[in-house]
């Protein structure tokens, strides 16, 4: 079974013991891969454990009449090499203790052994309500209210309902697919933290956890399980209901567990098809209430519950599809027994399997798991941090406390307290592969780039800008018709204009009469008189200016497209608005929205700036350009609508502005255009990469750090 010793020098402690099983512990057969195990279940006090077929061969002979001693020298004689080692069996009996599923004729010095057990229960209860990101609250014992209730939900366990919760899902997501873009502009616009929008949250969100722990209780009762705990749960500091369905682990179909686990799932996707459709049809307070719904039902689901990477619903779902019980704490044990097997000269427990496929299981799943749960946290106190700082900066020192320093140091005890251990080998191991980590973060540069989604655009001699305030009076070509350079496209007139004009001119010749009419023997009076014409010339030449302005000629040569599609004759124009575009044949250039978290970037050196044209026969070309310029300060306003979600974009625009207002404010780069970049159309997408000067991972991760932390006590 091991090679670890067979003798052990604390089996005098336990080798009179007479165990026995509780007398109301329940054993149910379960196959796992074609092996055989058994679930002993405890039903006054909810507890399960899982035993293979050879150790409970052992187990099922604990009935209080044979010494642990004499056990055990059966097992030898039966199993042989199988057979447990001491210690493996005085670890054995301290897990069965510590699961009080064993009786034991006296403690004798046992106490001391399962002291152990004691204490990492005790241990596991404080954890219960110290980790800020979960605590769990009892409140009540539910068993015989849901008994009352199963037999109302009979109906809904069949293949009919089955099917119609697909088909529900299937209407649900063919009506919304169409109205996608306005989805995205609503969820924009939605500010959740508002007092309005918080309290409905804060209403809705318990009440449908609510309905999916009780999805996991009716069905567990159901299939002929009990419910004997439920509580509040603090998720976040989020109240949220919960149910303790851990009897369906003693289920042996694993169908069934696989339908506890899912039930909760399927009734939040349920309610969020149905919210869906109230969505598309209702406005108003039923509206936003329909939305949140969508929301949690849909989000919250494939992000936590569903989420086979994190312990809840969707873990104890792949758990039983893959037919490995405890998957996450195997896969945990065996990626550390591989890390410690290159300081231990023998393999340990952690590589102890029961089919060879469970190795890549384990070592994928431990690995995965680890690096989700690390981007999770650490996404939550980065989420936090943006509205309430201290609070978020609290957790993310929790997080780096529970995640890096107490492993750490765990590991430090295994190096200094493991007697089967190499230690100048250990040392010398983990203080190198410390090392080579820290050189690599600090020290080592890695590839930095931007990458951003921009437009093919317009130069800036081919947008048609009104120079003031003003109203198109006469239009001279119409839209789509093929200018020249110097063509009049349209007049746009100020009635004001000419009555400045008028009194402009009139000022300046009453002052050139006095200056003519009067003899000004005063050196400061005439000073005075010839700076005031000199200020009505300049005033005068100024409105002259703005009036020739009036007629609005081609730059350059090419299509006249007026912007909107409208007529522009008629059309009242605010100084600086576009009216129209003269399209050039070939010259084009390009726009790019940088978020305010990359500009930082561009301050460094620039590599190198790539284009990728989303509307060509070869896709895969790659272009080089360079930045022309980029506006000094951060606009809430981009070139084209088609960067926004109002047109298929990823900004969100602001549904308090037009089409090319988005939420979060952005730096407008332009690009120069490839010499060897093929004709495409205005509009057409492209994808830009950035190239930064090479920096070290730390300094990276510290930029960011000051970015989102600091940045925000300033703000």
Same mark, same amino acid.
């Given at each position: 079974?091991?090679?670890?010793?067979?003798?052990?020098?604390?089996?005098?402690?336990?080798?009179?013991?007479?165990?026995?099983?509780?007398?109301?512990?329940?054993?149910?057969?379960?196959?796992?891969? !074609?092996?055989?195990?058994?679930?002993?279940?405890?039903?006054?006090?909810?507890?399960?454990?899982?035993?293979?077929?050879? =150790?409970?061969?052992?187990?099922?002979?604990?009935?209080?009449?044979?010494?642990?001693?004499?056990?055990?020298?059966? &097992?030898?004689?039966?199993?042989? &090499?199988?057979?447990?080692?001491?210690?493996?069996?005085?670890? /054995?009996? &301290?897990?069965?203790?510590?699961?009080?599923?064993? +009786?034991?004729?006296?403690?004798?010095?046992?106490?001391?052994?399962?002291?152990?057990?004691?204490?990492?229960?005790?241990?596991?209860?404080?954890?219960?309500?110290?980790?800020?990101? $979960?605590?769990?609250?009892?409140?009540?014992?539910?068993?015989?209210?849901?008994?009352?209730?199963?037999?109302?939900?009979?109906?809904?366990?069949?293949?009919?309902?089955?099917?119609?919760?697909?088909?529900?899902?299937?209407?649900?997501?063919?009506?919304?697919?169409?109205?996608?873009?306005?989805?995205?502009?609503?969820?924009?616009?939605?500010?959740?933290?508002? #007092?309005?929008?918080?309290?409905? $949250?804060?209403?809705?969100?318990?009440?449908?956890?609510?309905?999916?722990?009780?999805?996991?209780?009716?069905?567990?009762?159901?299939?002929?399980?009990?419910?004997?705990?439920?509580?509040?749960? /603090?998720?976040?500091?989020?109240?949220? #209901?919960?149910?303790?369905?851990?009897?369906?682990?003693?289920?042996?179909?694993?169908?069934?567990?696989?339908?506890?686990?899912?039930?909760?799932?399927?009734?939040?996707?349920?309610?969020?098809?149905?919210?869906?459709?109230?969505?598309?049809?209702?406005?108003?307070?039923?509206?936003?209430?329909?939305?949140?719904?969508?929301?949690?039902?849909?989000?919250?689901?494939?992000?936590?519950?569903?989420?086979?990477?994190?312990?809840?619903?969707?873990?104890?779902?792949?758990?039983?599809?893959?037919?490995?019980?405890?998957?996450?704490?195997?896969?945990? !044990?065996?990626?550390?027994?591989?890390?410690? =097997?290159?300081?231990?000269?023998?393999? @340990?427990?952690?590589?102890?399997?029961? @089919?060879?496929?469970?190795?890549?299981?384990?070592?994928?799943?431990?690995?995965?798991?680890?690096?989700?749960?690390?981007?999770?946290?650490?996404?939550?106190?980065?989420?936090?941090?943006?509205?309430?700082?201290? $609070?978020?900066?609290? /957790?993310?020192?929790? *997080?780096?406390?529970?995640? $890096?320093?107490?492993?750490?140091?765990?590991?430090?005890?295994?190096?200094?307290?493991?007697?089967?251990?190499?230690?100048?080998?250990?040392?010398?191991?983990?203080?190198?592969?410390?090392?080579?980590?820290?050189?690599?973060?600090?020290?080592?540069?890695?590839?930095?780039?931007? +990458? &951003?989604?921009?437009?093919?655009?317009?130069?800036?001699?081919?947008?048609?800008?009104?120079?003031?305030?003003?109203?198109?009076?006469?239009?001279?070509?119409?839209?789509?018709?093929?200018?020249?350079?110097?063509?009049?496209?349209?007049?746009?007139?100020?009635?004001?204009?000419?009555?400045?004009?008028?009194?402009?001119?009139?000022?300046?010749?009453?002052?050139?009469? %006095?200056?003519?009419? !009067?003899?000004?023997?005063?050196?400061?009076?005439?000073?005075?008189?010839?700076?005031?014409?000199? @200020?009505?010339?300049?005033?005068?030449?100024?409105?002259?200016?703005?009036?020739?302005? !009036?007629?609005?000629?081609?730059?350059?040569?090419?299509?006249?497209?007026?912007?909107?599609?409208?007529?522009?004759?008629?059309?009242?124009? %605010?100084?600086?608005?576009?009216?129209?575009?003269?399209?050039?044949?070939?010259?084009?250039?390009?726009?790019?929205?940088?978020?305010?978290?990359?500009?930082?970037?561009?301050?460094?050196?620039?590599?190198?700036?790539? *284009?990728?044209?989303?509307?060509?026969?070869?896709?895969?070309?790659?272009?080089?350009?360079?930045?022309?310029?980029?506006?000094?300060?951060?606009?809430?306003?981009?070139?084209?609508?088609?960067?926004?979600?109002?047109?298929?974009?990823?900004?969100?625009?602001?549904?308090?502005?037009?089409?090319?207002?988005?939420?979060?404010?952005?730096?407008?780069?332009?690009?120069?255009?490839?010499?060897?970049?093929?004709?495409?159309?205005?509009?057409?997408?492209?994808?830009?990469?950035?190239?930064?000067?090479?920096?070290?991972?730390?300094?990276?991760? /510290?930029?960011?750090?000051?970015?989102?932390?600091?940045?925000?006590?300033?703000?």
């Amino acid at each position: 079974m091991s090679d670890s010793p067979l003798f052990n020098e604390h089996w005098f402690r336990v080798r009179d013991l007479t165990p026995s099983l509780a007398g109301d512990v329940e054993i149910q057969r379960h196959v796992n891969r !074609q092996q055989v195990e058994y679930v002993l279940h405890r039903k006054s006090t909810t507890s399960y454990y899982r035993l293979g077929a050879k =150790s409970f061969e052992l187990v099922g002979k604990f009935d209080g009449t044979q010494s642990v001693n004499e056990l055990w020298e059966l &097992a030898i004689e039966q199993q042989g &090499a199988e057979a447990p080692t001491q210690a493996e069996l005085i670890q /054995l009996l &301290a897990q069965l203790h510590e699961a009080e599923l064993l +009786v034991v004729s006296s403690r004798l010095d046992a106490e001391q052994l399962f002291q152990r057990g004691d204490q990492k229960k005790r241990r596991e209860k404080r954890q219960r309500y110290l980790n800020p990101l $979960f605590m769990r609250f009892r409140l009540l014992d539910p068993d015989r209210f849901l008994s009352l209730i199963c037999p109302y939900f009979r109906f809904l366990f069949n293949r009919t309902t089955l099917v119609l919760w697909g088909l529900l899902l299937l209407l649900a997501l063919s009506k919304l697919a169409p109205q996608w873009n306005e989805l995205q502009n609503e969820i924009a616009g939605f500010n959740f933290l508002s #007092p309005q929008y918080a309290l409905l $949250f804060l209403f809705v969100y318990p009440a449908l956890k609510l309905l999916h722990e009780l999805a996991h209780g009716i069905t567990l009762k159901r299939l002929g399980g009990e419910v004997h705990e439920f509580g509040i749960s /603090l998720m976040v500091l989020l109240p949220i #209901p919960y149910v303790d369905a851990s009897a369906a682990a003693a289920l042996p179909d694993k169908r069934h567990r696989i339908l506890v686990s899912a039930a909760g799932i399927m009734v939040e996707l349920a309610i969020a098809a149905i919210a869906t459709l109230v969505w598309l049809s209702t406005d108003g307070l039923i509206h936003d209430i329909a939305l949140i719904l969508m929301l949690i039902g849909s989000l919250s689901t494939v992000i936590f519950n569903a989420n086979p990477l994190l312990k809840f619903d969707g873990y104890y779902i792949l758990a039983d599809l893959v037919e490995i019980p405890n998957l996450a704490q195997r896969s945990k !044990q065996y990626v550390q027994g591989i890390a410690s =097997s290159f300081l231990i000269k023998k393999k @340990t427990h952690a590589f102890d399997l029961n @089919t060879p496929g469970e190795k890549f299981w384990l070592i994928g799943y431990g690995i995965s798991s680890t690096l989700y749960r690390i981007i999770l946290m650490i996404s939550i106190a980065y989420l936090i941090s943006d509205k309430y700082f201290f $609070f978020g900066a609290a /957790l993310a020192l929790w *997080i780096a406390f529970t995640l $890096f320093i107490q492993p750490g140091w765990s590991f430090l005890q295994f190096i200094t307290k493991e007697s089967s251990l190499k230690r100048p080998r250990a040392i010398l191991i983990s203080g190198s592969a410390a090392a080579a980590l820290v050189s690599a973060i600090v020290l080592i540069p890695v590839p930095l780039s931007t +990458v &951003a989604e921009g437009i093919v655009w317009l130069p800036e001699h081919a947008i048609i800008r009104v120079a003031n305030t003003c109203e198109v009076t006469q239009q001279n070509v119409q839209n789509g018709q093929i200018v020249q350079r110097g063509d009049i496209l349209f007049v746009c007139e100020d009635p004001e204009m000419p009555v400045l004009i008028s009194t402009y001119r009139a000022e300046l010749r009453e002052l050139e009469a %006095e200056r003519q009419g !009067q003899k000004i023997t005063s050196r400061v009076s005439r000073n005075k008189l010839y700076h005031q014409i000199n @200020t009505a010339k300049s005033r005068l030449a100024s409105v002259e200016a703005i009036y020739t302005n !009036q007629i609005v000629r081609a730059r350059n040569t090419g299509q006249l497209v007026i912007a909107d599609d409208l007529l522009l004759e008629g059309r009242f124009l %605010e100084q600086g608005a576009i009216a129209a575009y003269v399209v050039p044949a070939n010259g084009r250039t390009v726009h790019v929205p940088i978020g305010q978290d990359d500009i930082g970037n561009l301050r460094n050196h620039v590599a190198a700036v790539e *284009i990728q044209f989303s509307e060509e026969t070869n896709k895969r070309q790659i272009y080089q350009s360079a930045i022309v310029q980029h506006t000094p300060q951060a606009s809430f306003e981009i070139a084209s609508a088609a960067l926004s979600t109002s047109g298929g974009g990823k900004l969100l625009s602001d549904p308090a502005g037009d089409d090319r207002t988005v939420i979060e404010p952005v730096f407008n780069l332009e690009l120069a255009w490839p010499e060897n970049a093929p004709a495409l159309h205005v509009g057409s997408r492209v994808w830009v990469k950035i190239e930064h000067a090479d920096k070290p991972i730390f300094f990276r991760l /510290l930029e960011k750090a000051q970015r989102a932390f600091l940045g925000r006590i300033i703000a």
